[in-house]
Structures are given as structure tokens and as C-alpha cells.
């Protein structure tokens, strides 16, 4: 049985929705997205049918069977009625994308490169592909081809122009101690007891993807309260990840029998405390603090001596935020740079105050206020 799959009409009625943080619905991904407010979703994560174009049972050479995807809606009876089907959920996704959101799409060599063409023709701008190393494939049982021990992700912003969309590139770099996060990703395949089952011990759905794929996916592109939409849902992987994330979520579902098990999945989540979740602050997003504030918050007292970490160099603190470096004044930079004979200088990271514990960076202390801040 081949289906259609070219969606709803552009036509159809949208009548919108509310829905509440962690949302299922039934239907055709293009007809129900239709009903969503445009520009209203933070992130797009689409796992769409790869299309593998599968001529019957998959064997092993010892005629044992592969428990290979061969469902029907991973059928389609042309190259072109798969292009019309994804040109169609791409349109109605990238109609309630934010100007600022960006789009996930996985595939395989089956289809990627077709979606990829598609997302460009369309106008959406490729930001980076990712490839998802399996550290477990499954063999390429006749040996005839290589193990396809990998997937591709696209991740693109709705157009050329989109400025502000979420990339937590120094959370990620924290996270990977450090170094610049890469696009290659080392991950299992969904195994053990993250692999849903049904009642006679088979796997309810045959893609169902890794967890901590989903989780890598969101926390590098999402933040905390965003609306992450999944157009095929399936056994609802995603939404799990949005929920445990503090990540709002939408999944549309055509399989009742999917959506069922993914609905119960999703309520047994609990999402991670928010101490756990809050925003990386890095220094360039964490909001500004004055020396002068420090000074007029008794933090550091007039007349105070900065000195450096060496002691060579002290400077004294004046009453009205400035620092006086023999008879020179200026800012903690300017007379941490005059200090040096160098260009420029972070004065924050070179001055220090003097404590009964010994020296203490004065951006300790502003740090402080900014926590206050972000509690107030």
C-alpha cells in the first residue's frame, strides 16, 4: 500500500489552537500546523519519513529476517510525490517559525540531500550539518555495501537574514570542557529501557531516536519556556526531552496507536529542577555593572588600593568610580593597561581588592550584584 502524503491545501482553515506545555495532536502535521498562529515557535525538530524505498523483507544471508522499517508511511510511489510532501510540511512549518527560530530535520542518504535542496529552494538559510556518529549500527548484513554507521542533521534559520536565533555556544563549550562543540556527534542508538515496547515485547516504533540526541538538539538551539514543535512525532522523543527541559512542546501524530504511547511517555516526565536549567550567562549577555557600582554600593570603600595579582602595581580608588595610578586617573581598564604598557587590559580581571582571606578579583564583587540581579 503506497499513502499520499502531500498535506492539507495552503487553503485550509486555521483555526487556532490553545494548548498547554506538552501537547499531542492527532493529524496530519500539515492541516494542524495550518491552525497554528504564524510566527509563533521557537524550534522545529523534524524527524520526517527517510522514504528507503525498501522492495520487500530485508535478510540476513542466513535467511533470517531484519527487523527493518517497511511501514506505510515510509512509502511513497515517487521520487517526486516525496518532494511534494516535503515541500509541503517544510511551507507550513516554516509559516509559524519566530523570525528568530531555527529548524532541526534528520535523515538518512535517502533522503537528506533531497530535504536539503528542498529547505534552500524554499528559501530557509543552512546554518550547519551535523552528523550523528551511531557508536551501535546495525550491520550491513550482506556486505555489499558499507555499515551506514551515521545520519545527517540539518539545522537552518527560517531566512537568509534571521538574526537572534539561539545558538548556547559557551554553555556547549563549558559542557565539552571547554573546546568548541563539533559537528560530528558520538551517540548510541535508542537501546535498554529508553526503547518503548509494547505488550508482546516488540519495539513500538522502528526509528525511534536516542534521548540524548534530542537533548543535545535542545539545549544547544532552545532555551528554557520556548515552544518546540515536532511535525512527526511518533513515539514522542522529543517532547520527552522538551518537557525534562522546561521546554513547551507541541507534537502532531497521524498513528493513534504512536501518539497513545508517546502521550503516556511524556506524562510520566518530570522536568529537571529550574536551578539545573537556567541560561549560561556569559559575559558579553550578563547585564553591565559600573566599578562605580561598587563604590557606591560600600562594596569597595574610597581610598581603597587596587593592586595587581603580583602586587607590583596599586592604584586608589576615588570617590567617584575612577582609580588614580600615581597621577594619572582614569578606568580600572585605562590604568590597568597604563600599569602594563600595554594597549588594553579587562580591569576586572586584574585588579583586586585586599581581604583578611588575601586578594580577591574586584570582578568577584561584581559578580555579586549581577547574581542579585538575576534573582531580582
Known amino acids: 500500500m503506497v499513502v499520499s502524503r502531500r498535506g492539507a491545501s495552503a487553503k485550509a482553515p486555521r483555526t487556532q489552537f490553545e494548548m498547554p506545555s ?9 492541516a494542524e500546523m495550518s491552525k497554528m498562529q504564524a510566527g509563533s ?27 527493518a522499517v517497511n511501514n506505510d508511511w515510509d512509502k511513497f510511489s515517487s521520487f517526486a510525490a516525496y518532494d511534494d510532501f516535503t515541500r509541503a510540511w517544510l511551507l507550513a512549518a516554516r509559516r509559524i517559525m519566530k523570525p528568530s527560530a531555527t529548524i532541526w530535520v534528520i535523515g538518512s542518504y535517502h533522503n537528506i540531500f533531497r530535504v536539503g535542496a528542498i529547505m534552500q529552494d524554499l528559501g530557509f538559510w543552512v546554518l550547519n550539518d551535523i552528523v550523528w556518529r551511531k557508536t551501535n549500527p ?94 512527526f512525532n511518533g513515539t514522542g522523543t522529543t517532547g520527552a526531552v ?15 496507536t504512536y501518539a497513545t504511547a508517546a502521550e503516556a511517555r511524556i506524562a510520566a516526565i518530570e522536568p529537571l529542577p529550574e536551578a539545573t536549567l537556567a541560561p549560561f550567562m556569559t559575559a558579553r549577555g550578563a547585564p553591565r555593572v559600573a566599578f562605580s557600582e561598587l563604590v557606591e554600593r560600600g562594596m569597595i570603600v574610597p581610598g581603597t ?72
Request: glycine share 10%.
Open 22 to 30: 506538552s501537547h499531542i495532536v492527532v493529524g496530519d502535521c500539515v
Open 41 to 67: 515557535v521557537d524550534l522545529v525538530f523534524a524527524d520526517p519519513p527517510y522514504n528507503l524505498q525498501l522492495k520487500g523483507d530485508l535478510k540476513r544471508p542466513d535467511e533470517s529476517h531484519v527487523d
Open 138 to 231: 546495525m550491520p550491513n548484513f550482506r556486505g555489499r555495501r558499507f555499515t551506514n554507521a551515521h545520519e545527517t542533521m540539518i539545522w537552518a534559520a527560517r531566512d537568509e537574514n534571521a538574526k537572534g536565533y539561539t545558538f548556547n555556544y559557551e554553555a556547549l563549550k563549558a559542557a565539552n570542557e571547554d573546546v568548541q562543540a563539533r559537528s560530528d556527534w558520538l551517540i548510541p542508538l535508542c537501546t535498554g529501557d529508553e526503547r518503548l515496547k509494547g505488550g508482546d515485547g516488540k519495539k513500538v516504533h522502528p526509528t525511534q531516536k536516542p534521548e540524548g540526541l534530542l537533548a543535545r538538539v535542545l539545549l544547544s538551539s532552545s532555551k528554557p519556556g520556548d515552544l518546540v514543535v515536532d511535525p
Open 242 to 256: 522538551a518537557k525534562r527541559l522546561g521546554r513547551r512542546y507541541v507534537g502532531f501524530e497521524r498513528d493513534q
Open 305 to 376: 588600593k587596587l593592586v595587581d595579582s603580583k602586587k607590583k602595581h596599586a592604584a586608589l580608588v576615588r570617590a567617584d568610580g575612577a582609580i588614580m595610578l600615581g597621577d594619572k586617573v582614569g578606568s580600572i581598564h585605562r590604568m590597568g593597561a597604563l600599569a602594563q604598557g600595554a594597549e588594553a587590559c579587562n580591569g576586572w580581571s586584574f585588579w583586586h581588592v585586599e581581604t583578611m582571606k588575601g586578594l580577591k578579583l574586584i570582578d568577584e564583587l561584581r559578580a555579586e550584584i549581577r547574581s542579585e540581579m538575576a534573582a531580582g
